[in-house]
Nanobody
Framework: VHLVESGGGLVQAGGSLRLSCAAS????????MGWYRQAPGNQRELVASIITYDGSTNYADSVKGRFTISRDKAKNTLSLQMNSLKPEDTADYYC??????????????WGQGTGVTVSS
């Protein structure tokens, strides 16, 4: 699966951004998708994820109530609506897709990332 993120940029604290991730290739085996972020000097961390078959979502505590993950299956896109942004949300954001083959073999693909900078 090939993933391409877009929508990052510079925003003031309290503002909003919407990230998008376009998926192509063998997308019908994707079982979950997610957004991760990595700030300089930090490890990559999960921001939000979604299970494709039932739409259930999971969020990091730090973004609950501010960020919303969604997936448009028909368009093969994943989105992350980010509201009430804080300077600590500044990071490179990566789209992730986990595909499952033959019930047990899982493969993870990553996008190239998009930068988000929140100024105080």
């Amino acid at each position: 699966v090939h993933l391409v993120e877009s929508g990052g940029g510079l925003v003031q604290a309290g503002g909003s951004l919407r990230l998008s991730c376009a998926a192509s290739g063998t997308t019908n085996r994707i079982t979950s998708m997610g957004w991760y972020r990595q700030a300089p000097g930090n490890q990559r961390e999960l921001v939000a994820s979604i299970i494709t078959y039932d739409g259930s979502t999971n969020y990091a505590d730090s973004v609950k109530g501010r960020f919303t993950i969604s997936r448009d299956k028909a368009k093969n896109t994943l989105s992350l609506q980010m509201n009430s942004l804080k300077p600590e949300d500044t990071a490179d954001y990566y789209c992730n897709a986990v595909s499952t083959w033959y019930g047990t073999n899982q493969y993870t693909d990553w996008g190239q990332g998009t930068g988000v900078t929140v100024s105080s």
